[in-house]
Each structure stands twice: as structure tokens, then as C-alpha cells.
């Protein structure tokens, strides 16, 4: 199951011990019905009875853990834009359809932040929520236990997440939505460093998961709990917060660390206080043996990252500069083979083989390559419209090609740099580094924006149309006459930032379309949660109709999530259960049809006739050819020809008899 993480405490009228409450440890983390073993599948009722699912506008949006009668412990990053009116907690619950005899619902009176949340790096995600009246512990409803100060939870050490995420990127839980459960081992925090980048994992963040990936916490988890048994009880470690994708490998789930935060939430809790109990991870931690580019030695202290961390940027930009060198002289040879046939094969009728290369009218949306294997690195031609496109030979925002010479992203690409001549568009691309033989770079001569009002697109104009193949192609651009009904799957391609592996290859995500509720409105298109990063601004939101792909829309960043700098950049993704807005492409369609014109037809257009009488034109002119390569004769011609030597032959086999 995939996790998405955010830490808030909840504030119920729960009864929680204090630290020196003997009451309080004999209840926490010791669920009479849990005994399970094993992970990534339902959870039986009981298992996990401090779970609570916070509930907006009649659905869940976030998990949480009760932490005594009265609180709820869960992620800062799901109370962005909720107040504490409009949230339910469930407590007891298994399900989110259907009965559920042994849960209890509260409303919330307070929500508290912590004060040292920061949005941009998720750092202190943790936020309490306080109900608004206590609640009765049953075999289903019992507190957890929280890591005190000094719990070590070294690498490799066995932790359990909760929650009703998506199962992976973009796919919703299933109905009937039952809690599901996966078991991920402790990732050290230098290991996680070197994974998302040396200087992004604080002391105050737990990650875990596998290497190899396929299990996770995901969108919908945040704010849920990491848990690990010692003895009879079960202690919370980390807060789901937030994560690169889902279940992807080398990518572990990122958690608020529990055990740095006794002092704020006991500051808050002044009664009936949670439990906390120490936890020691036996043998040595091999978290410090790890090393990567940019990570202090082992001796270094841990603020030697901040100074190093700018190291591990300038690789990413060396290698982009050869492909400036990738030539389109390629269709000059064209021109020099056909003078070389006309002096003696021009008789041959050859020129009715022009039906073959007859401008057929350029068609949208076809992927031949598009295997749709999932989530994760895309291969060569899957989405052969994706464009990079590059100021100084660097990567900055994702495009379309919507013609054979237009190219359509994000008008916020452009803010800082609308100069046309310091632009290339690069199709054919696969990885930023690395090797990609069926590339083409391109001149850009025109840059026009449209001017209406929130989210706005940009066409480029090239200089000159690449030679269209398997590798590129244009992709079909709604125009309002798609439908995509809520629960359409559609897919996300980009090169976003530090994903990819060293050779930042092409990344692909799946979502679907969900419901906009009250973003509604005719020309918004609405999503599950997508982990959009820098990078990836300006690609496509890709659903398939027919045999044909078209773009529903341009991805582009929240207002809110910009920052002072010249590019446009995503923060990370949190694990909450919320929407992306996009601005539909349709919107855009006056702008298109005055920039652009005319749009190609999408790939079902095409009418087999054509292709039939051009089969069918070549065949005769072959056949004319071999009859009478001189005179053009008609194939009626050709067949007496052929008769009368017949009947020549076998007279003169007669005469000899």
C-alpha cells in the first residue's frame, strides 16, 4: 500500500497518561487482537486500534494516531487550508464503506501546528488535533506508544504503516477501502540523505522502505503512524509526511520522528499526558558506514552537508551540452538520391511510388512504443511527444510538440526568460544524461503566451519540423470535444528533479480523474495527488480515447508553491489525500486555433481508403514498370503481351514434337 505522510496531533477528549503514569503505559501500544505477521494487505478489526481517519467535506483526507482519550497525533502539511470546524476523526473505524459497529466520531475543538513547520522541506511536520470530548478505549480503540527521546531505531529495523492511502501512485484503495497495513524497514537518515539529496533529511525525519521499492506508505497516509514492537508494546516512531512517488525503489517513505518532539507535545498535553517508552535497536547501526558525494565523513558532524550540498548539482548540467551537437543534416541526403535514378529509371514509371510518401496528413496521439508498464523510468518512444526544453544547455520545464513545428508548456516557464533565441527544444529524449540516439535539438524563433486570466500556456514556434517517427510525434490536444468521466486514468511524463537515477532518465507517473468538488468548474480538470516536481512544469496530463492520446492539460505549479527564485520549482510531496487542479487545454482553444491553426487529427481520423488506393497504385505501377518500362503501357496491355507469348512458346514446343 502506498502511504502519504503528514504529522498533526488531534486534540480528543482522550485521557492519556503522563510519562510517569503507570495507568497510562499498562493501555498504550498493546492491542488486544493484533496478530498479524505479516503486511501490504487488509488489517483485521482491532489491529490497530489507535489508527484515526480525518474526514472534509464527507471524506478522508489524512490518518492519525490517538494518543490518549482526548488527542490525535498527525501531520502539520494536511491542515494547509482546513479548519478545525470542518474536520471529523474517526476512531475505531476499519472501513470507509460500509458498517463499522466499533468506531466513534468526534469533531475537533483545536488544531495546533507545530511552530517550527516549514512547508518547503517538511521539516517538523507534526500537528496535534484536539477532540472534542473524550473517547472510551475498547479492544478497538486503545492509544499508542510514543518513542521518548533517545529511542534508536537503526537500519533495517521492522516498522509498520497504517492508513487508507492510494495502493500506488495515482490508484485509489479499492472498495470497500479497508485499513491496510505493510511492514518497511528503518532506512538510516544518511542513506536517505544520499537518496533524495544530502542536506533534504533532518534529524528531526525517520525514513523507511524497501530498496528495491513496492512497499510504502502513499497519498492519503499522511499523518498516519510508523510503528515497531518492543516487547508487548507497540511505539510510534514516525509520522507519515511525505515521499518521492510511491513504493519506488531507493526512494523510502519520509517521516516526522516521533521521539524529537516529547517536550512540544507535552507542552500541549498538560494532563493525562501520552506514554512514552525508550526504544533501543539492538547490534550496530550500519547506517554509519554509508557514503555518497556530499555527505560529511563519519566523523564530521552533521551540519557538514549544508556546506557541501551544492557539489552534487553541477553533474546534473555537464553532460547536456553534447546533444546541442546532434545535427538535422540527416534529410539533407534525401535531396541527392533522387537526381541519381533520373536518367535511366525515370522510364521505369517510379514516380507513381510518390503515393507512398504522399504527404499523409500528420496524425495525433500515436505511441507505438507505449508498453504502459507503470510507474516509474518510461522507455524510449512511450511518449514520443514529451519535449525538454533547455536555456544554457540545462533542463528547464517539460513541453508538448502539438504540431510538427509548435511545441506547447507552461507560460510560467518564460517569466524570466522570454527571449526566443535562448531557448532549444530537444524531442526524441529520453535521458537528460546519457546516450539518446533518436534525439533532435531545435531552434526556437517565437515564443507567444496566452493572456487570460490565472494559468496561462505558451506556444513555441521552431525553426525547423523534426522527421517524425516512433521517437517523435504529436500528441492529439483537447479542444473540448474529449470527455474524461471521473475515474479516467491518465498519465504524468517528466524529467523532474533528482529523479530518475544518475542518468535522469524519463519519469512516468498514474493518476485519475477524481471528482474537483469545490475547485469544480467547467474548465478545471481534477486529479488524484501527483508528486510533481521541478522539472516537470510544462509536460502533459496524457489520457488515452480510442487508439489515440490526447492532453487534458498543461501541468503546472501552484501559485502558492513558487518561490523568489528565477525557476519554477515543486516542493516535495506530501502524503496527504488531496487533488490537483489543472486548467483544462480546452480553455486554451480560441489561442490555439489563432497561434497554431490547424491542429492534426488524432490517430482513429485516418481512413483506410487512402491507404488502400495508395497499396493499390503502387502495385500497378510495378507491375507497368516490368511490362513496359518505356511505353507506360496499361496492365490490359501488359496481360496480351504476355498471352500471345504463351501461345508463341507452345506452338513451337508442338513443332518440335
Not at 521518548?148 to 470497500?176: D, K, M, N
Request: proline share 5%.
Amino acid at each position: 500500500m502506498a502511504f502519504l505522510r503528514t504529522l498533526c496531533v488531534v486534540t480528543i477528549t482522550v485521557t492519556f497518561l503522563s510519562n510517569g503514569s503507570h495507568s497510562q503505559l499498562s493501555v498504550c501500544g498493546t492491542p488486544p487482537l493484533n496478530t498479524r505477521i505479516v503486511g501490504g494487505q487488509d488489517a483485521p478489526a482491532g489491529s490497530w486500534p489507535w489508527q484515526a481517519s480525518l474526514h472534509s467535506s464527507g471524506r478522508h483526507f489524512c490518518g492519525g494516531s490517538l494518543i490518549n482519550k482526548e488527542w490525535v497525533l498527525t501531520a502539520a502539511h494536511c491542515f494547509s487550508s482546513i479548519s478545525a470546524s470542518n474536520v471529523l476523526v474517526y476512531v475505531g473505524r476499519l472501513s470507509q464503506q460500509g458498517s463499522n459497529p466499533n468506531e466513534v466520531t468526534r469533531t475537533v475543538t483545536q488544531i495546533i501546528l507545530h511552530p517550527n513547520y516549514t512547508r518547503s522541506t517538511s521539516d517538523n511536520d507534526m500537528c496535534l488535533l484536539k477532540l472534542s470530548s473524550a473517547v472510551t478505549f475498547t479492544n478497538f480503540i486503545r492509544p499508542v506508544c510514543l518513542a521518548a527521546p533517545g529511542s534508536s531505531f537503526h537500519a533495517g529495523a521492522t516498522s509498520w504503516v497504517t492508513g487508507w492511502g492510494s495502493i500506488s501512485s495515482g490508484v485509489t484503495l479499492p472498495s470497500p477501502q479497508t485499513l491496510q497495513e505493510v511492514d518497511v524497514p528503518v532506512v538510516g537518515n544518511k542513506q536517505c540523505n544520499c537518496n533524495y539529496g544530502v542536506g533534504s533529511i533532518t534529524d528531526n525525519m525517520i525514513c523507511a522502505g524497501l530498496s528495491a521499492g513496492g512497499k510504502d506508505s502513499c497519498q492519503g497516509d499522511s499523518g498516519g503512524p510508523m510503528v515497531s514492537k518492543q516487547g508487548i508494546r507497540w511505539i510510534q516512531s514516525g509520522v507519515v509526511s511525505f515521499g518521492n512517488g510511491c513504493a519506488q525503489a531507493n526512494l523510502p517513505g519520509v517521516y516526522a520522528r516521533v521521539s524529537q518532539y516529547q517536550t512540544w507535545i507535552n507542552t500541549q498535553i498538560t494532563s493525562d499526558q501520552p506514554g512514552y517508552v525508550t526504544f533501543s535497536s539492538s547490534g550496530t547501526d550500519s547506517d554509519l558506514s554509508v557514503s555518497c558525494n556530499g555527505l560529511p565523513a563519519p566523523a564530521t558532524t552533521t551540519t557538514a552537508p549544508t556546506t557541501t550540498a551544492s557539489t552534487t548539482t553541477a553533474p546534473k548540467t555537464t553532460t547536456t551540452t553534447a546533444p546541442k551537437t546532434t545535427t538535422t543534416t540527416a534529410p539533407k541526403t534525401t535531396t541527392t538520391t533522387a537526381p541519381k535514378t533520373t536518367t535511366t529509371t525515370a522510364p521505369k514509371t517510379t514516380t507513381t511510388t510518390a503515393p507512398k510518401t504522399t504527404p499523409e496528413p500528420v496524425v495525433c496521439g500515436s505511441a507505438s512504443l507505449n508498453s504502459l508498464t507503470g510507474g516509474g523510468l518510461a522507455s524510449g518512444g512511450s511518449w514520443p511527444w514529451i519535449a525538454s526544453l533547455q536555456t544554457n544547455g540545462t533542463h528547464v520545464c517539460g513541453g508538448t510538440m502539438v504540431a510538427e513545428d509548435y511545441v506547447m508548456s507552461d507560460a510560467g516557464c518564460f517569466s524570466s526568460q522570454s527571449d526566443a533565441s535562448q531557448w532549444t527544444v530537444i524531442m526524441g529524449r529520453l535521458k537528460q544524461n546519457g546516450s539518446n540516439p533518436n534525439e533532435v535539438t531545435l531552434k526556437v524563433i517565437n515564443i507567444t503566451m496566452s493572456t487570460l486570466t490565472a494559468n496561462n500556456v505558451a506556444i513555441l514556434r521552431l525553426a525547423s519540423q523534426p522527421t517524425l517517427s516512433d521517437y517523435i510525434q504529436p500528441i492529439c490536444v483537447d479542444q473540448g470535444s474529449s470527455t474524461f468521466s471521473i475515474g479516467t486514468q491518465c498519465w504524468v511524463a517528466g524529467w523532474g528533479k533528482d529523479q530518475g537515477g544518475a542518468e535522469q532518465n524519463l519519469q512516468q507517473s498514474q493518476t485519475s480523474v477524481v471528482d474537483c468538488e469545490s475547485s469544480g468548474s467547467s474548465d478545471n480538470i481534477c486529479t488524484a495527488a501527483l508528486d510533481l516536481r521541478q522539472g516537470e512544469v510544462g509536460g502533459p496530463l496524457m489520457c488515452k480515447q480510442g487508439d489515440a492520446w490526447y492532453q487534458a492539460a498543461v501541468l503546472t505549479v501552484d501559485s502558492s508553491n513558487k518561490t523568489s527564485s528565477s525557476k519554477t520549482r515543486w516542493s516535495r510531496s506530501p502524503r496527504s489525500s488531496s487533488i490537483q487542479v489543472f486548467t483544462k487545454t480546452a480553455r486554451f482553444q480560441s489561442f490555439l486555433q489563432t497561434t497554431v491553426g490547424t491542429l492534426p487529427l488524432p490517430v482513429t481520423a485516418r481512413t483506410p481508403v487512402n491507404d488502400t488506393n495508395t497499396a493499390n497504385n503502387t502495385t500497378v505501377s510495378a507491375i507497368t514498370a516490368v511490362v513496359t518500362p518505356a511505353s507506360g503501357a496499361t496492365l490490359a496491355h501488359s496481360s496480351l503481351v504476355l498471352l500471345f507469348l504463351s501461345l508463341l512458346s507452345l506452338l513451337l514446343s508442338l513443332g518440335q514434337a
